[in-house]
């Protein structure tokens, strides 16, 4: 996760003539639309209480990691950042370390008090003092709103770090609630309020609005997100995507897997979202599955307010942020939308004429359609 500038060749076209003191060049400019809208589409929206120039955002991924990225994923045009996740684990474990560091040495100088503390050893923590430091550093590259990671699955002292990235200068914290039910023995309910217990802490403690980054796993989603929304979060983002471990028949042993999402897996955010809009007074963001403009399109429709994407952008290289806002643009041109705001939730459930299409009856539908085509 570095924070220092890097080479980065490719990025060059984009930045070479930009500087941080003015509006970036190129996809993501827009004018303000009235009744009748006149000129470019005005492509700003509202997130977690902040006016973004696109409903782009660079979602979390090692991207969003590097300043030189972060500037070049900026002069694309994209409305806001999300930074890498710092992990409960990593910030538990420091502390213990700590904690056994410090007490490792006191009083093992005859002359020394009791609650001697050493000098800390030169890099100790730095994972989390890592973080902070890129947070400060992307901050300082980027005009757009800096959104902090945080991924835990259980309230404890790591969420006041929530309270330090925001003093690092982050706008707004993300949590992310990455938690697989593996244990018999804990039921649905104590998992859900464990969940709610950690968003209000860290709610509590962040001082900027909080997002809630969600697997699509729960029992009843709907009631979730409200009492999330309760909790005191400003938005949700839908879905989580969890890494499927793989199994290596050569050596029998579990091994991590990784594939980038494609737009093929769209389809689940579609839904909830446009199942959740209206129903919660909060920001929603789609994520996973967001890789070309008409992805973007269909998210905006479905109630999202922003749509975030990473698999894409490591694909693409951060250029081809421009790339997704453009064809938007040309999109919504197309279709008489004078601006996002008017497209966000045009054909959430709420507004189309079968609101069940979202629902049940869409899987009959599709399961009988498709069988009719054997019968042909």
């Not at 994972?127 to 902090?148: E, M, S």
């Not at 968003?199 to 009492?227: D, E, Y």
């Amino acid at each position: 996760m570095p924070v220092e500038d890097t080479p980065a060749d490719a990025f060059d076209e984009l930045v070479d003539d930009w500087s941080g003191d003015t509006a970036p060049p190129g996809p993501g400019r827009f004018v303000a639309s009235g009744p009748i809208a006149v000129g470019p589409v005005d492509l700003s929206t509202r997130y977690l209480g902040f006016t973004l120039r696109s409903p782009v955002v660079a979602s979390a991924s090692p991207m969003t990691g590097d300043v030189s990225s972060l500037r070049a994923l900026d002069a694309a045009g994209v409305g806001a950042v999300v930074l890498p996740s710092l992990f409960e684990e990593q910030i538990s474990g420091e502390a213990d370390g700590l904690a056994r560091y410090l007490t490792s040495s006191a009083g093992a100088h005859a002359e020394a008090p009791e609650g001697y503390v050493p000098d800390l050893l030169d890099g100790y923590n730095d994972g989390a003092v890592r973080y902070l430091r890129l947070v400060r550093a992307a901050k300082d590259a980027v005009g757009v709103p800096v959104i902090a990671s945080l991924n835990g699955t259980s309230r404890g002292g790591w969420t006041h770090y929530a309270a330090m990235v925001a003093e690092a200068g982050a706008d707004a914290v993300e949590l992310n609630v990455y938690r697989v039910a593996a244990d018999a023995k804990i039921s649905g309910a104590q998992i859900e309020t464990e969940t709610l217990e950690m968003v209000q802490a860290v709610v509590a403690a962040a001082g900027v609005p909080v997002a809630v980054k969600l697997s699509p796993f729960w029992s009843s989603l709907a009631h979730l997100a409200t009492r999330l929304i309760d909790a005191g979060a400003s938005g949700l983002v839908l879905f989580n995507r969890f890494y499927q471990p793989d199994i290596d028949l050569q050596t029998l042993s579990v091994s991590p897997s990784l594939h980038l999402s494609d737009s093929h897996e769209l389809r689940l955010p579609l839904r909830w979202c446009a199942i959740l809009r209206g129903r919660i007074h909060a920001s929603i963001a789609a994520t996973t599955g967001v890789h070309t403009p008409d992805d973007v399109a269909k998210v905006l429709l479905a109630g999202a307010d922003v749509a975030m994407t990473t698999s894409a952008l490591l694909r693409n290289g951060p250029g081809h942020a421009g790339v997704l806002i453009d064809g938007l643009t040309s999109w919504l041109e197309g279709h008489g939308y004078g601006s996002v705001e008017e497209a966000i939730g045009a054909v959430s459930q709420a507004r189309v004429t079968d609101p069940s299409a979202f629902e049940r009856a869409n899987y009959l539908e599709t399961i009988t359609r498709y069988a009719g085509l054997f019968r042909a």
